[in-house]
């Protein structure tokens, strides 16, 4: 199996900054896309960003021009660079990957990170 492992998350200002990390560790063949999801209290989980092994990336629209993805193929790593935070951030990001993994085949999952909250407050 995977686990994703996340970092980075914290309490931060308006206009601030925060860089999200989640490692992926276990039987790994490859890594096709990684991604980040938020929740926030009382509402449904929404994708933020997601980026394929090509490193083609996409956004929702709330962090165009201020969020970046990245992806560090030879640590499993996924980055999430968080720029100009306001309120509407706060929520726990979730990291989300498919990933290749040996068993006694080749298969391809999807794997889910716990969590880590992020708060935007003055």
């Known amino acids: 199996q995977v686990q994703l492992v996340e970092s980075g998350g914290g309490l931060v200002q308006p206009g601030g900054s925060l860089r999200l990390s989640c490692a992926a560790s276990g039987s790994i063949f490859s890594i096709y896309a990684m991604g980040w999801y938020r929740q926030a209290p009382g509402k449904q989980r929404e994708m933020v960003a997601r980026?394929?092994?090509?490193?083609?990336?996409i956004y929702t629209d709330s962090v165009k021009g201020r969020f970046t993805i990245s992806r560090d193929h030879a640590k499993n790593t996924v980055y999430l660079q968080m720029n100009s935070l306001n309120s509407e951030d706060t929520a726990v990001y979730y990291c989300n990957a498919d990933v290749d993994v040996f068993t006694n085949r080749i298969r391809r999952g999807n794997y889910w990170g716990q969590g880590t909250q992020v708060t935007v407050s003055s």
């Open positions: 980026i394929i092994s090509d490193s083609s990336a």
